[in-house]
């Protein structure tokens, strides 16, 4: 079996680590893994701007890299959005190409929980983790419930993360509220984001969390940004990291 990594640029040019790890459990998974050279950002933080003419030639040239590609898998939710759920604005429905990126697209974690069905991990993380659920794993992807829906779905990364030896899990009373990033909103809104940011960091230390851990980067870049402006006792990791058994630094 073999995948076509894509890793987000600012996965890329922050937190190479997480790239690695991804690489590192798809390897221990028996996943031969590819990387496309040229590849580039995914288009989102243009098409959430609003720079429509932007995003388009940047997702046209997503989709003629990953075309000949049979899977995709990226260690971020709201990338593996991004590609699934908008890039329909910049493509014709039956344009072949597109339809098979769009289709064989996975976050990560949903890989290796609808895909890979992994039900093993042998890795040991003895600490107190908590989990944040981005808005775009939730709510565009389906990686597990929302509080304002109904409807009954498996925690596909929690799932996965319990895998791990030895975790021991805190739960914050606001399980799924936004962490304020919303990417380019922190930078037009940056008042109101900090205070979202803020409020998910204090009710996960409050649950007594010692790791905040989630499948998307971006949200924990915003929060460990205020974690280190302000001193707080928390620390942040993505999933993949867990699952490899990485160090608590």
Known sequence: MAVALFVPCYIDQFYPDVAIATLELLNRL???VEYPQGQTCCGQPMANTGCVDDTAPVARRFVDLFAQCDTIVCPSGSCTSMIRNHYGAFFSPDDKKYRHVVDRTF??????HDQLQVRELDVSFPHRVSLHQSCHGLRELRLGASSES???????VRELLSLVRDIEWT?????DECCGFGGTFSVN?????????????ADHI???SEVLVSADMSCLMHLQGIIRRERKPLRVMHAAQVMVGRPLN
């Open 206 to 208: 409050e649950a007594g």
């Open 171 to 175: 739960s914050p009373q606001r399980s």
């Open 150 to 156: 109904m409807v009954a779905r498996p925690d596909k």
């Open 189 to 201: 809104e940056p008042d109101v984001s900090a205070s979202m940011g803020r409020d998910r960091i």
């Open 107 to 112: 976050e990560l974690c949903e890989y290796l």
């Open 30 to 32: 028996g996943v031969e």
